[in-house]
Each structure stands twice: as C-alpha cells, then as structure tokens.
C-alpha cells in the first residue's frame, strides 16, 4: 500500500524527547490459553459462557504468545519508541497467589529481550483485566487478599524483567473493571452489584499502591498508571439533570484519579463505602508516581434517568434505579462502536486534570487513544489519530505537561465482549490464518513518526 498523508498536512512539532508507541493487552492478543502452565482468567471464564458476542476466540486470540517476534518487528518498521504491552498474571501466577510459574515468566522474559534488541522500550502494564481466576472465584476485587496478592505478582515480575523494563504500569482501567465488571456485568466477572461494587474500585487502588511498593522494593523506576479520562458533558439545564453529571464525572474520572494523587476520595459518602482502614490504605495508594495516563476515547454526555432515554452506552443498558443517565452525543463522524469522535474532549480533559491538581499532577502520558475503523486503506482512522494529536498539541501549548502518547492497538484483537468485529489496529489480523497485513494507518504512523524524528533533530 502505498504511503499515505495526513488530511491536514505534517503535524506540529512535539516536544524534544517524546515517546512515540503503541500499545496491546495480553487477553486480547497472546491466545496460548494453555500452553506452559498458564492458569485461566475470569475472562476466560467468561468467554467460556459464551459471552463474547462474535465468538471469537480468546484462547487463540491474535496468536502473539507465538507471533510475539513478528509483531516487534511491525513495531520496529513503525519507528516505535516503546511498546505498552500487559503481562497476563495468570500466566505468571496461575493460582493468583503461590508459586510463581517460570515458564510464564520465560515468554516475557523473551519478549522483553526482542523488544530492547530492536531499540523499543518495554512497558508492561501488570495488570489489563485478566484476573486469575481462582481469585475471581474467592470474590476477586471484592476481597481485599486479591490486591496483596497482585503485590506479591508484581514484584516477581519486577524481579525477572526490571533490569531492562524502563517504563512500568500498575493498573489499567479500574473504573471500567468495576462499572462494567462488577456493577453492570457486562465484562468479566459479571456481576451486577450496581453500588455495592465500589469495594473493587478502593481494592484495585490499594493493588496499585501495594504494587508500587513492591516495584520499588525490586529496584524498578519510572512507575505510573494508566486510568481512563471522559470529559463529563450535562444533558439539558436542570438541576436534576447538573447532579447526574456531576455524580458519574466523580464515579468515572474523580473516584480514581483523587485517590491517587490527592491521598483522598472526591466525595465523603462514597469514602464512607469503602472497605477496610480507607485512611492508612489511601496512604499506600496516593504514593508518589513518576508519571500518570490517560486514556481517551470520547466525552460522555449525561442528565438525569427519563423513561423515554433509559441510557445506554457501547452495549451496556444501565438497570433502573441509577441516579444518571447516558445520551447521544451529537457527532457528524462516528467510528464503527458508534463512538463520537470528539478531537478536542481529549484536550479538554487534560486541561481538566491540570487544573484540578496543578502541581500534584505528574508528567503524563496518553496511554491508550484510538479507533474502531474497518477496511486495510483506513482513511478514517488516520483523520481519527492526526485529529486526536493536534487536539494533544495544542493542551501542550497550553501547558499541560505530555511525554508520550500510545495509539491502541498495534494490531486488531479480540475487543473484550465485542469479539473480533471491532477493529482497532494499525495492522490487520485474519482471524483465521492470523496474517498481519499493515493498514495506511500504519504506514501514516511511521511516516509521523519519521517525520517528528527528523524536524526534531532539525531543530535540535
């Protein structure tokens, strides 16, 4: 395919220094479900329920834990910096907690090793969802043994594969876990607790704070986390409508980000849910990071319950009884998950978050932005990501402090309970011969990549 440009020409400079990367997750792409004594998830559980709606196969997934050197090299022929990819706990631990499997360890140990002699920088994520499930089956996040036990996971990892990991990721999501894992059920473990699946959120930020711990015991550096960020729009001018955004911009975006880098939570009654000693554990969670991310994907529009707007978002219908709702934002362009494509809500939320904790926020990274787009000449999705980094470009100038940004997903994946329908790489995976073909996306990506290189050192 031949090279292909930008709809709005060369993108502006970024600063000296700035990481380019791409990202992935273990579940949606390794497959190997039972090759060297990995244990199974709670999401293979789920899928084994028949949960994911195309069928697709998790345990064949993308094949990476077999193609793992073919996808570094698409990663090299992209100009990458560094590769976010997550380390599968039940493949490290089986048991989620005990004896640690070495053969699990030997796979990352491999892929970090192809990584470096490429010149990409690893950075694991340690946790993107797989909870191993003989812990999902004691009450996963809802049991507060599940985050000690991550910690005891994260510094074995660290132990192994921390001489040559520059860049570290505690947790991915937690707000995504617990809304749509244990209060909607509509992701692993399927729950519908509504409410009463806040001890997950406080349980997997203490996970975050012990993990932290345990890096940093393990002589690891340069830690951080990658949360998810929605601008939070209200739905009409009524005070009703006011207070339901307000609640479900603190569920979604407060409820994670104030813990961590605060020390408290957004709202004294929801500190009064929590589980367990919430002062000395809010102590552990808010411990100094070097970084923080961000993942974008749109805003989210939202007023008060109606009978004739149940709300509803990306397949989750939210059950009666919630004090919010979710509307239809109004987009001209939207991806193939019907997502707005909304540039400008990713600088806005930088923004956000800059003003509210000013000089308690770190450097940070866009960890996850991109799109559902099919088709191997995928135009849209290079208007998607060119429009997404003018949008970064521009909180730069405004003085929000970014040093790197992570387009998901290198290659096509099975998209959690959506399958394999929703196509979100740079390269294409044919689910059946597991070819990788790269898209235009893919050769505008290098060609961005190349292109900032050359002005930077230009100008250096």
């Known amino acids: 395919m031949p090279p292909t440009s930008g709809p ?17 997750s273990a579940f949606q792409t390794e497959g190997a479900a039972d090759t060297d004594g990995k244990g199974p998830s709670g999401w293979d559980a789920f899928a084994a329920q028949g949960r994911i709606k195309d069928g697709a196969d998790p345990g064949r997934a993308t094949g990476f834990h077999e193609r793992y050197r073919d996808d570094v090299a698409l990663l090299a022929g992209l ?14 631990v089986p048991g989620g907690g005990g004896p640690v499997n070495a053969a699990g360890l030997d796979f990352y140990d491999r892929l970090v090793d192809e990584l470096c002699a490429r010149g990409i920088a690893p950075a ?14 004691t009450g996963g996040w809802l049991d507060r043994d599940t985050a000690a036990r991550f910690a005891d996971y994260a510094s074995a990892v660290a132990g192994r594969l921390g001489d040559r ?14 809304l749509l894992g244990y209060a909607l059920g509509e992701h692993a473990p399927g729950r519908r607790l509504l409410f009463g699946a806040l001890p997950a959120a406080h349980h997997q930020l203490l996970a975050h704070g012990l993990g932290v711990q345990a890096l940093r015991a393990a002589g690891a550096r340069n830690i951080g986390l990658a949360l998810s960020h929605s601008p939070v729009w209200t739905a009409g001018g009524s005070e009703a409508d006011r207070t339901a955004a307000e609640l479900y911009d603190t569920l ?23 589980p367990g000693p919430v002062a000395e554990d809010l102590a552990v969670i808010s411990a100094p990071l070097d970084w923080y991310g961000v993942n974008y994907y749109h805003p989210m529009l939202v007023g008060a319950p109606t009978a004739a707007e149940p709300g509803g978002f990306a397949g989750v219908g939210l059950p009666e009884g919630l004090p919010f709702g979710l509307r239809e934002i109004d987009s001209a362009e939207r991806t193939d998950f019907g997502w707005p494509v909304v540039p400008d809500g990713l600088r806005e ?41 003018r949008a970064l470009h521009r909180a730069v100038e405004e003085g929000v402090d970014v040093r790197g940004y992570f387009t998901w997903s290198l290659t096509d994946n099975i998209e959690w309970a959506e399958g394999a329908a929703q196509r979100f790489g ?9 070819e990788r073909t790269p898209k235009a996306s893919y050769t505008w990506y290098r060609e961005t990549i190349a292109a900032q290189r050359a002005r930077g050192s230009a100008n250096g």
Request: overall charge negative.
């Open 8 to 24: 709005n020409g060369p993108l502006p400079l970024f600063p000296p220094g700035f990481l380019w990367g791409a990202a992935a």
């Open 79 to 92: 100009g990458a910096d560094a590769f976010r990819f997550s380390v599968s706990w039940p493949r490290v």
């Open 124 to 137: 694991p994520t340690l946790y993107h969802w797989d909870t191993p499930l003989a812990l999902e089956e």
């Open 165 to 178: 990991v520059p860049m570290w990721i505690t947790v991915n999501e937690p707000a995504e876990v617990t």
């Open 252 to 274: 979604t975006n407060w409820l994670f980000a104030d813990p961590v880098l605060t020390g408290g939570y957004p709202d004294e009654n929801l500190a009064a849910l929590m």
């Open 349 to 389: 939320m930088l923004l956000r978050l800059k003003d509210r904790f000013v000089d308690r926020l770190p450097p940070l990274h866009i960890t996850e932005n991109g799109c559902s787009y099919g088709g191997l000449d995928d135009q849209r999705r290079i208007a998607y990501l060119d429009s997404h980094l």
């Open 426 to 434: 740079l390269v294409h995976i044919d689910f059946e011969t597991l």
